[in-house]
C-alpha cells in the first residue's frame, strides 16, 4: 500500500504540489528510500573529499611471503582518525619506505603475532600514502592500532620518529590530513570536531564500556597511555584538522 501511495502521490494535474512534496526522496547507503533533503544536498552536506593517491600493499609485501592472517573485520563506518608515528629513523629514502614497512609488518605480524600489521595506512615523509591492514582502503576496516577504539576508527602512521623539536615534514602532514578527509567524509564527519567512542578494552586510558569524547583527528595518546605519536606531530595536529576541513570544502 506504501508502494501504491507513493506511486499515485507523483502522478501529474491537480496533485501536483503534494507529489513535490511526497516524491522528495533520497537513498541511504543501504539502498533504502527515505523522505527529506535531495541527494544533492546530502552530499553536499556530508563534505566528500577526494581520495589521495594510495600505494597497494603489493608494492611493499614485494612478493615476500605473508603471515596467517585472520578474517578482515569491518566496522559500520569511520568516525576518527588515530594519528601514530614509527618509531623509526627518520633519515631515509623515501624510495626504501616499502622494506621500513616490510620490517614493521614482520614485527607486528610475524614476532607478536597480530593478525596484520595494525595500521590502516602509513605516510613516509614525501608524502607517499600506503594502504596498510588488508580489507580494501575504501572500507571502514577494524586495525590494531589504538587499544580500546579501533572499531569505527583509521590509524595512520607517519614513518619516523616525531619527538619534541623534531621537524615534521609539510609533505607528510599534507597527506595525513587528505587521508582524514577522505575517510571521515562518508560519516559526515568534521575534522576539526568532536566525536563520542565507547572504549573496548579496559587496557586503555578508560575502562571497557565507558564513552569517551575524541577529537576526530587525534593522537594515539589521546587513547592510550604512550608518547605516541610524538610532541612533534601533535603540534601539528590544529593545522592537519584546519586542512582536512579545507579539503572537505568546509567553511572556516
Known sequence: MRVLRVVLSCVPGALALGALV???VTIRPDGAREPGASSTEQAAARHYAARPHIVP???WLAGTETYHRDPVRYADRVEAVFLHHTDTPNRYDCADAPRIIRTLYAGQAGAKEWDDIGYNFLVDRCGNVYEGRAGGVDRPVIGAHTQGFNKNTTGIAAIGTFTEGTPVPRAMTEAIASVAAWKLGPAGVDPRGHVRLVSSNSLSRF?????ASFSAISGHRDGYETYCPGLALMSQLPWIRDRA???QGRSR
Do not use: D, I
Not at 207 to 211: V, W, Y
Open 57 to 59: 600493499r603489493r608494492v
Open 245 to 247: 576541513a579545507e579539503l
Open 207 to 211: 575502562p571497557a564500556g565507558t564513552e
Open 22 to 24: 511526497l516524491c522528495a
